[in-house]
């Protein structure tokens, strides 16, 4: 597809161009241009654009207090993974037992 550059500063990116690209109103693109290629590139949301910055910090906090663990293994087999989770749950059956 060709169109005529126009003397105003915008270039119009037709309809059905946009549409192949997968860009709809709204989105956000990029430019880059190398050796006389201007390629648009469509720039995919992050996370901190999801979240208000209030919504980020908790979420960071949260993350932060999860890292800290409590982490078990790493185990050398299945078969250790297997035998730690049975002890694991015997443990909770335990504790459950005496509290009821």
Request: aromatic share 6%; proline share 6%.
């Amino acid at each position: 597809m060709t169109v005529v550059v126009q003397s105003k500063n915008e270039l119009v990116v037709p309809r059905g161009v946009r549409r192949r690209a997968g860009i709809k109103s709204g989105d956000r693109v990029e430019f880059k241009v190398s050796g006389g290629i201007i390629n648009i590139i469509p720039k995919l949301p992050t996370a901190d654009d999801e979240y208000t910055p209030a919504q980020r910090r908790a979420i960071d906090a949260r993350l932060a207090e999860a890292r800290k663990g409590p982490y078990y293994g790493p185990f050398k087999t299945a078969g250790e993974a297997i035998a730690f989770l049975g002890q694991e749950i015997g443990k909770r059956k335990r504790a459950a037992r005496k509290t009821t």
